[in-house]
């Protein structure tokens, strides 16, 4: 049982609109330090774009949010906010390689934004990275167009652990790959979240990415945060979206239940 947490993240009342299109109204959520919490939603629920939030990517219309307990992101981007930054790591969905650098060049450049290393640090940190994500040196030089799509996905997360991050966001990070390469990747995440004490945020449809990684479930549906809690717990929540989206995962959590009981019980606030 994971013992009392304190909060890493706390969105607070808040709402996003688009125009005349609103799609959060008075989101409330806790993100605890060292759990993994996905958000499930229907398509065009806002889970990306809560994410983003998260991130200061986007700002929300009305609300609140906090990140590492007590640092409040405004809506101008101070010293203070670059440091929140370079505390937080992020793979997009696609992975979002820059084309034109090879796998390499996209690694260091977080490290070389920092204007304080010199290219020998720099050379040895990504080596490091390249190898934490168990992509062999020689990958180094090649452009992210001669990668497959399971190399795309480690150099990414390499990447956007450059800077040792202490908070990791995850935006669908299995789309696109097969069975085999999908359950690779997890377990990679799991020893990465092990080695570097992170807490991870993730966005994910995918049933057994969510299975294996989720320490708490969020779910986004009705323009909010309907319910949060462990996988067992949303599983007997009453709502017609999750029901639709786990009919199949009762059948599992039984089977793994007996076995392994991969799922945790939820910090409390």
Not at 96 to 110: E, M, Q, R
Not at 215 to 237: N, S
Request: with cysteine; hydrophobic share 45%; charged share 25%.
């Amino acid at each position: 049982m994971m013992t009392k947490q304190k909060h890493i993240i706390e969105i607070e009342a808040l709402h996003t609109r688009f125009g005349n299109h609103v799609v959060h109204k008075n989101v409330n959520l806790s993100v605890y330090r060292g759990e993994i919490l996905t958000l499930i939603g229907g398509s065009g629920s806002g889970k990306t774009t809560l994410l983003r939030q998260m991130l200061r990517l986007e700002t929300p219309a009305q609300g609140r949010v906090r990140i590492f307990t007590n640092e409040h992101i405004d809506s101008n981007l101070s010293p203070q906010e670059k440091n929140i930054h370079s505390r937080c790591g992020v793979l997009f969905q696609q992975g979002a390689l820059f084309s034109a650098l090879t796998v390499f060049d996209n690694i260091a450049l977080p490290l070389r934004e920092l204007h304080i290393l010199d290219e020998k640090m720099i050379h040895d940190l990504v080596m490091i990275k390249l190898n934490m994500v168990a992509i062999a040196r020689e990958h180094a030089d090649k452009m992210p167009a001669a990668l497959s799509g399971g190399m795309i996905k480690r150099v990414a997360l390499a990447r956007a652990l450059a800077l040792d991050p202490q908070l990791l966001f995850l935006d669908e990070p299995t789309a696109g790959l097969d069975p085999e390469l999908s359950e690779s990747f997890v377990e990679l995440i799991l020893a990465l979240r092990r080695e570097m004490d992170l807490t991870i945020v993730m966005v994910s449809h995918d049933l057994d990415t969510l299975v294996a990684l989720s320490d708490r479930i969020a779910v986004l549906a009705d323009q909010k945060v309907i319910t949060t809690g462990t996988l067992d717990e949303i599983c007997h929540f009453e709502h017609p979206f999750i029901a639709s989206f786990f009919k199949s995962i009762r059948q599992k959590f039984e089977q793994k239940n007996h076995s392994e009981q991969p799922w945790k019980t939820a910090p409390m606030p």
